[in-house]
C-alpha cells in the first residue's frame, strides 16, 4: 500500500517561497520515492495549493480521462477539469533539509505569504494561507489552525500524523 500524508501542521515560508516542512510530511514524501519528483499545483475550486509525486498525478489523469466514459460529461468538462489539475503546476524538489520551493507566481496566485496550513489528504497535501484561514476560511480549517496554535503557544507537540 502506497504511504499517505495523514495530519496538518502550520508551517513558515521564507521570503525566498521555501516552504519548511514537517517531519512527518518529508517522511510520507521519502517512502514514496517521491523528493525529486514533486508538482505544486493550483486547487480547482479552493484558495489553497496541492503538492503530490508522479505516481498521484498519473492516478490523476486515469481518473479524469475515465469520466467521459463514467459519468456524462462532455470532452470539453474533462478537458478543462486536466487542464486545472494538471496544467496549472510547477515541478518542485525536497531537499535535504526538509524544505520545498514554491514558485513566486504560485504563491502570488494564492496569497500564501509567510504562514501557511499544512492538511494531508491522502495521495496530496494541501498548502493554505494560514492568515487566510483564520479571517475567512472554512469551519474545519479555522479549528484546525486554532488548534495548532494553541498547541503552539502552550508548547505541546503539534498534532500530526504518521504515514499509513
Not at 489528504?121 to 494541501?126: A, L, Q, T
Not at 472554512?138 to 503557544?153: N, Q
Request: net charge neutral; charged share 25%; proline share 2%.
Amino acid at each position: 500500500m502506497d504511504e499517505l500524508f495523514v495530519g496538518s501542521a502550520v508551517s513558515t515560508i521564507s521570503a525566498r517561497g521555501e516552504l519548511i516542512l514537517p517531519e512527518h510530511f518529508c517522511i510520507t514524501i521519502q517512502a514514496r520515492q517521491a523528493r525529486e519528483d514533486l508538482f505544486i499545483g493550483l486547487h480547482a475550486d479552493d484558495p489553497c495549493m496541492l503538492v503530490y509525486d508522479r505516481r498521484s498525478v498519473a492516478d490523476q489523469h486515469c481518473a479524469l480521462s475515465e469520466l467521459g466514459g463514467a459519468q456524462a460529461w462532455d470532452s470539453g468538462t474533462r478537458d478543462t477539469l486536466l487542464r486545472r489539475r494538471l496544467g496549472f503546476v510547477a515541478p518542485a524538489q525536497m531537499d535535504g533539509k526538509g524544505r520545498l520551493r514554491i514558485a513566486s507566481w504560485m504563491r502570488s496566485r494564492r496569497g500564501v505569504r509567510q504562514r501557511a496550513l499544512l492538511v494531508g489528504m491522502g495521495r496530496h497535501f494541501e498548502v493554505w494561507n494560514l492568515d487566510q484561514v483564520l479571517e475567512q476560511g472554512p469551519g474545519d480549517l479555522i479549528v484546525l489552525a486554532a488548534l495548532h496554535l494553541d498547541l503552539a503557544h502552550s508548547g505541546i507537540a503539534h498534532h500530526q500524523g504518521g504515514s499509513s
